[in-house]
């Protein structure tokens, strides 16, 4: 058989294995048929509208789009986004704002919640670490009606909206703030309004995944000092016990020397039983 008859035949078969595979991975679900979705080119911050030179159509890997997105960007060109987008995620539903509510950071409200601002002289901010989309305790230190000083959370897990006036931060690159903005239910935000009238406020960051919520009688002055005497430090209340008052006469301590042995009773020193 000619070389040139060879060749021909093994660059059909070629052609042919060539044309198996690519129908192969395309029926594997592959982007070349796998269905469209609509997803964020560039950071969209919340509260922000979504506009057509953010938004782009990929073909979704798999048969199955994610629950609640979108295939054209005709329907969501103008939607307000609740939370933040990052480049390549899908725009969902469930991360926009309802079709007829304006920007701003009123569109990133849960329905019900309430945003109130305290600034940072009234509130420290957990060294900058308290971050738009952190959750955190709120904590007022403060004096009772015997003007005698405590401490209660007050607030459990409330969610951050906003530090100074960015609803995004760089978790990265904590920084200190004008003013934290906290979202809270009525009731909560009259809490946080009372507390800090009475006195200071702090914030404890915690796990968002923690949803844990605390019941707390609060921490006063003396319960830190009767912890502090049960775990074996100084106790500043406590009298002085007739052991250790001046004037008492103290156990015996002996000391072998060459001379025999010797006693400490207090401040006197003896040989033996001379004391």
């Known amino acids: 058989m000619k070389p040139s008859v060879l060749i021909s035949i093994a660059l059909l078969i070629g052609a042919v294995a060539v044309f198996l595979v690519a129908r192969w991975v395309g029926v594997g679900g592959t982007s070349k048929t796998g269905p469209r979705v609509v997803v964020a080119t560039s950071v969209v911050d919340a509260g922000m509208p979504l506009a057509t030179n953010n938004l782009r159509v990929l073909q979704w890997p798999g048969q199955t789009a994610p629950q609640g997105g979108f295939d054209s960007p005709e329907k969501v060109v103008g939607r307000v986004t609740r939370q933040s987008l990052v480049p390549g995620e899908p725009i969902l539903e469930s991360r926009l704002a309802p079709v007829d509510v304006k920007g701003g950071l009123s569109a990133t409200l849960e329905p019900g919640k309430r945003a109130i601002t305290v600034r940072v002289n009234d509130v420290i901010g957990v060294a900058g670490f308290a971050l738009p989309g952190s959750y955190v305790d709120v904590l007022v230190s403060a004096r009772d009606a015997r003007n005698e000083p405590f401490s209660k959370i007050v607030l459990n897990r409330v969610k951050v909206l906003a530090v100074a006036q960015e609803t995004a931060a760089d978790p990265a690159k904590p920084k200190v703030v004008n003013a934290v903005t906290l979202e809270l239910t009525p009731a909560e935000s009259e809490r946080l309004d009372l507390a800090r009238s009475v006195g200071s406020l702090s914030l404890a960051l915690r796990n968002e995944l923690d949803r844990a919520q605390l019941t707390s009688a609060g921490t006063r002055l003396d319960d830190l000092m009767h912890e502090t005497a ?15 008052s001046m004037g ?28």
């Open 230 to 244: 049960r775990t074996g430090g100084p106790n500043l209340n406590a009298a002085a016990t007739p052991a250790t």
């Open 248 to 275: 008492a006469r103290a156990a015996p301590v002996a000391r072998q020397t060459p001379s025999g042995v010797e006693e400490y009773r207090g401040i006197q020193r003896g040989v033996g039983s001379e004391l």
